[in-house]
């Protein structure tokens, strides 16, 4: 499975060259790793100290609240956050590319890992639950903004570039901002 998963992310490269793709996130090398650290307690107890999940070579780290969020996500739903986040966020935007090329390249990750792929509707529903859940936001068509707040290890500075980015889109929406800030925990039936 590996070495087809190796060969899948080859072909991503690839297909990645072309001039209107703006995804800096897949022409790098893939790590997945959890950094965690330990401390010693006075009673000699190592007690962990988790730090950012880093996702792609570092370019995307998930704060560590966004794991809240992520626990709440099931099959399909994950499994394509997981897939955007690896190879579809641009990590200076947090802006995600949604077209047919995506669509397709998710039923090629799904085939790779041995994953039963979902029918095109039910992948259209698996995006729009992101949206209600406010993970991601709708820019435009084709085009959806993570939500800044899943995001972590970045400055300050930038933080708050992406939150004033984020507000302005749901200001231009007529919604509230702090409601559209927080994802939603709960599962939609």
């Not at 406010?134 to 290890?153: E, F, H, Q, S, V």
């Amino acid at each position: 499975m590996i070495e087809n998963f190796q060969k899948f992310y080859e072909q991503l490269q690839k297909s990645h060259t072309v001039k209107d793709y703006d995804n800096e996130v897949s022409r790098k090398k893939i790590t997945a790793k959890f950094i965690s650290k330990t401390t010693k307690t006075e009673d000699g107890i190592f007690l962990p100290v988790y730090e950012d999940i880093k996702l792609n070579s570092q370019s995307i780290n998930l704060s560590t609240e966004s794991l809240c969020f992520l626990v709440h996500l099931n099959g399909h739903t994950k499994n394509l956050l997981l897939f955007l986040l690896s190879f579809h966020v641009n990590s200076n935007t947090l802006e995600i590319n949604w077209n047919n090329l995506v669509i397709q390249e998710y039923f090629d990750f799904c085939d790779t890992l041995e994953i039963d792929p979902p029918s095109k509707d039910y992948i259209k529903e698996t995006i729009k639950e992101l949206s209600k859940r406010k993970i991601i936001t709708n820019i435009k068509r084709g085009r959806y903004m993570l939500n800044p707040i899943m995001i972590g290890g970045v400055d300050e500075i930038k933080k708050e570039k992406l939150i004033q980015n984020y507000s302005k889109i749901a200001r231009d929406k007529n919604k509230a901002v702090y409601d559209e800030m927080f994802p939603v925990i709960y599962n939609f039936k």
